[in-house]
């Protein structure tokens, strides 16, 4: 079957540097996707990995190992604004390869 | 960057009724949409992938006949939930893709269902 973990919950401060893991069991493997969603709001995209090792965008870093069937969400300078869900996704080899299964979400809280 | 609208954004309804959400791509043709249901504080869980101009494929255990999915175009697809139940009540999301090879979804503002 399909399984997706992520921590349910992690805290930090501002300024601190966060890492949100994700390990993953598909049928098939296209690429990792991470999303934010804040409450009530719809999720938006913040990176793909589809090749192992690191992609950076800005603040936000991604890292995918594909051999280890993991990856993480590396966000630095944390923002009170980065309060949020964060999902990762993987696109799986379902429907050709069309499909994101989602992960459970990890809900981050920034302390001032 | 690319925008996807949904309407309505909040819907209450009677049990026994049926309700239609649309979702639209503003300014991109999407070749495939999604449609996503969430309960409060979990994950987005996928009902089914339309494609324009061919039946939708639902995941295993959504109702084909209680949730209708038309794809008619390149720039909208619907969601009919008939003869809803309190059990539907919900938050709905569509995403859209604008090509085949294309890894990023855009997703609408969602839809949130509340059947009285």
């Known amino acids: 079957g399909q399984s997706l973990e992520q921590p349910s919950e992690v805290t930090a401060v501002e300024g601190a540097i966060v890492q949100i893991n994700c390990t993953y069991q598909t049928s098939g493997f296209y690429g990792l996707s991470w999303y934010q969603q804040h409450d009530g709001g719809a999720p938006t995209f913040l990176s793909y990995n589809a090749l192992d090792g690191l992609e950076e965008t800005g603040r936000f870093s991604s890292f995918l190992s594909r051999s280890d069937s993991y990856g993480y969400l590396l966000l630095q300078e944390l923002q009170m604004k980065d309060s949020a869900s964060y999902f990762c996704a993987v696109r799986d080899g379902n429907n050709y390869g069309q499909n994101f299964v989602f992960g459970p979400g990890t809900r981050l809280s920034v302390l001032p | 960057g690319a925008v996807v609208s949904q309407h309505p954004s909040r819907v209450i309804c009677k049990s026994g009724t049926s309700v239609k959400i649309e979702c639209r791509s503003l300014?991109?043709?999407?070749?495939?949409m999604f449609w996503y249901r969430q309960f409060p504080k979990q994950s987005l869980m996928l009902m089914a992938t339309?494609?324009?101009?061919?039946?939708?494929?639902?995941e295993q255990g959504v109702e084909k006949d209680k949730f209708l999915i038309n794809h008619a175009s390149l720039t909208l697809s619907t969601l009919t939930v008939t003869s809803a139940h309190p059990e539907d009540s919900s938050f709905y999301i569509c995403?859209?893709?604008?090509?085949?090879?294309?890894?990023?979804?855009?997703f609408g503002p969602g839809t949130r269902l509340t059947v009285t």
């Open positions: 339309s494609n324009e101009g061919s039946k939708a494929t639902y």
């Open positions: 995403s859209a893709r604008g090509s085949t090879g294309s890894y990023e979804q855009y």
């Open positions: 300014d991109f043709q999407a070749t495939t």
